[in-house]
T-cell receptor, first 111, second 113 residues
Framework: SQQGEEDPQALSIQEGENATMNCSYK?????LQWYRQNSGRGLVHLIL?????REKHSGRLRVTLDTSKKSSSLLITASRAADTASYFC???????????FGQGTTLQVKP | ETGVTQTPRHLVMGMTNKKSLKCEQH?????MYWYKQSAKKPLELMFV???????ENNSVPSRFSPECPNSSHLFLHLHTLQPEDSALYLC????????????FGQGTRLTVV
């Protein structure tokens, strides 16, 4: 399977703490993206990092990419209760062009 | 609001029914996708359309039949479904097949009884 893997599967933290989620993949990629999904809703694109980039920031989000290890991490700093959601990494395979999703990390931020 | 609209939001259908899911985008995107999201499973890519042509069918059973009449609309026709087909069906679009981010609709929650 080309499916990406994420860990942890579930994460529970207090408001104000940082949350880190990791993603590993198996193929060559053009880019890697992170999405957020509130319960039972559609996915919302958060940030994209290209294969030639190592780190990217957007507001309280920081994404890193290590193509030698085929892994990425998403850091949410100073978390808020409203950050409670599922977070998915997705990578676009450079071989097939497919956008392949990981299994997701469920984040709970307690007020 | 992502610019991708799916209807209906919820659908309950019997195994002998025929129904259709609709997806619409006015983002000027050329690629559209159907994904299936089941509980505790990763998103499964079902179909890809690029410039109205189907470019991918990921071994989806024939009881799911996609249709893309133009680059703004995508349908998923359903017939003789099974209870295990119950899931959240998500439509997405992107600028092109190798494009950047995908924009998702809110999904249709399908229950097959």
């Amino acid at each position: 399977s080309q499916q990406g893997e994420e860990d942890p599967q579930a994460l529970s933290i207090q408001e104000g703490e940082n949350a880190t989620m990791n993603c590993s993949y198996k193929t060559s990629i053009n880019n890697l993206q992170w999405y957020r999904q509130n319960s039972g809703r559609g996915l919302v694109h958060l940030i994209l990092i290209r294969s030639n980039e190592r780190e990217k920031h957007s507001g309280r989000l920081r994404v890193t990419l290590d193509t030698s290890k085929k892994s990425s991490s998403l850091l949410i700093t100073a978390s808020r209760a409203a950050d409670t959601a599922s977070y998915f990494c997705a990578y676009r395979s450079s071989n097939t062009g497919k956008l392949i999703f990981g299994q997701g990390t469920t984040l709970q931020v307690k007020p | 609001e992502t610019g991708v609209t799916q209807t209906p939001r919820h659908l309950v259908m019997g195994m002998t029914n025929k129904k259709s899911l609709k997806c619409e985008q006015h983002l000027g995107h050329n690629a559209m996708y159907w994904y299936k999201q089941s509980a505790k499973k990763p998103l499964e890519l079902m179909f890809v359309y690029n410039f109205k042509e189907q470019t991918e069918n990921n071994s989806v059973p024939s009881r799911f039949s996609p249709e893309c009449p133009n680059s703004s609309h995508l349908f998923l026709h359903l017939h003789t479904l099974q209870p295990e087909d119950s899931a959240l069906y998500l439509c997405a679009s992107s600028q092109d097949r190798a494009g950047t981010e995908a924009f998702f609709g809110q999904g249709t929650r399908l229950t097959v009884v």
